[in-house]
């Protein structure tokens, strides 16, 4: 997998990182990582597609324990439409599960993958942390 950096303070790198809430609530924040199949090297759709999920990331009140996280994985087709989106690994808060795969159906339909992108289809790994 490929992957892109979007930060609040920078829009360029290898792995996508935003934090949310930057005040401490128990020890931590929250934290999206994307990352995308090593075909797909148009930074600007990552980037796009990754702001979409963090523009619907709603964080529930329960938390999972530091340094854990879900992930859910994704096929997104040629025309934006989210083809599939499946926990593929459990943070150990069903609530937060919930929401890490709510944010990701609700971003949907993402933008149309790039002319030049020769699949009809990309990957993705959408993972949301709680960490320090």
């Known amino acids: 997998m490929a992957a892109v950096r979007t930060s609040l303070r920078s829009a360029l790198g290898l792995t996508a990182l935003l934090l949310f809430t930057p005040v401490a609530l128990a020890a931590g924040r929250a934290n999206l990582q994307a990352y995308f199949q090593q075909t797909l090297t148009s930074t600007d759709y990552q980037q796009k597609a990754f702001a979409k999920v963090a523009t619907k990331w709603r964080q529930p009140s329960r938390k999972p324990a ?41 971003a949907a339909p993402f933008p149309p993958l790039p002319k030049s992108f020769p699949a009809p289809s990309v990957e993705a790994h959408f993972h949301i942390g709680w960490e320090k």
């Open 66 to 106: 530091l340094g854990k996280k879900a992930v859910v994985q994704v096929l997104i087709g040629s025309d934006g439409k989210l083809l599939s989106a499946e926990l593929s690994l459990k943070s150990g808060s069903d609530p937060w599960d919930q929401a890490a795969l709510s944010a990701v159906k609700k």
